[in-house]
């Protein structure tokens, strides 16, 4: 908790807070932005993972058709008398989106009405809803990237985990026949009895099963979230991490973020380390030039407030200019680059000027090296930024998660 507050009070040159503010929702201001991504939240689920952080209630067929209703008309909302903008993405996130996939050609054409998208649209996946029927509803959307929450290949790390395997490889063919052009394979590890060898296994296992890209993130004991097992300490989860990473390049996989491993000449599939991006849905963020703001956490609040004909802006964080700066580079830090040209298009000053010394001294100590477009984090870097997000984790996202599913519109949430 130290080290992130140190790090915030340092690049923001201030002992200001990250404040959130309840307030009714004023339209976002998105028009100029380049590089803007677009975010949808479909928060039902079959069945609650004890494990799983992310807004999601059991899937009920009224309850979602009403969703779907509020869902377009905040488009609607959010959308219209402007210009019809280009955007480089088009995430399906939850929850799992597949229970409304029957719905999700319409919403995808509501957007399309008021953007062109550039990219490729991306949905995530459980591994029960595949099946050939649903990848082909899928393609005929216009989705070309599939995200597959597998978790582990392995029994015992599932079963700790309140998940099942039945039939994932046969399920995994279905996939690769479908050819999407980007498939990545999560894979969760520091679940407890897991070792270095069965996480390598696991990798391993999702690149030969067809995954251009696996994600792998640290299991996390959320304060709020029904874990019966605990996650592996932090230097367990350390000592994972730089395993994994020495397998993943062992084998002819490039490191494209700080948890994730790709297929040289592939794409990549990341929701979250756009520069900009508008959020749909409950629960969902959306973050512009100056400002951050996040949809209410209830889903019968979200539709009674839509509605009403209103936006359902729970909280709205006001940048100054180095809160923004700093927020662009801890994800751009993720990504293990930094663009010098895009911070300076989105915070308006070039990133010399701001952080001279910082960068010098990251340089010096092995954290950064110079590249063409800027900088990149080195290998070293890598492990203390995971240090670095797992305190984050805890101090921030999971404070303003678990006080947003309490109250629907809380009228404050103050970061330290």
Sequence with gaps: ??????LRILLTRSFRPFFFEGRSGTLPEYDALENLGLYVHIPFCRSLCGFCPYCKEIYDTGKAEAYRKALIKEIDLVCADRAKKSVNSLYFGGGTPALMIDDLKSIIEK????????????????????????????????VTMVSIGIQSFDADCLAKLGRRSDGIFEKLKLVRDARFEIVDMDLIFAIPGQTNEKLAHDIS?????GATQVSTYPFIDFTFAKNIYKPMNAKVKKRMLRSMAEFCRSIGTERTSVWTFGRKGTGKYSSVTRSAFLGFGVSAATLLQNCFKINTFSIDAYIERITEGFLPTSLTLDFTKRQRAAYYLFWSAYAMRIDSSKFEKMIGSPLQKMYRFELFAAEKLGYLRKIDCGYELTEKASYLYHDIEQVYTTAYI???WNVSRLQAFPSKIVLR
């Excluded at 957007?111 to 393609?139: A, M």
Aim: proline share 2%; no cysteine; charged share 25%.
């Design 1 to 6: 908790m130290l080290l992130v507050s140190l």
């Design 205 to 209: 296992t999702a690149f030969g099963q």
């Design 111 to 142: 957007l399309k009405q008021y953007f062109t998208i550039d990219g490729g649209i991306g949905v995530e996946l459980h591994p029960d809803d595949i099946s050939e029927v649903t990848l082909e509803k899928l393609k005929a959307a216009g």
């Design 398 to 400: 999971d404070k303003m």
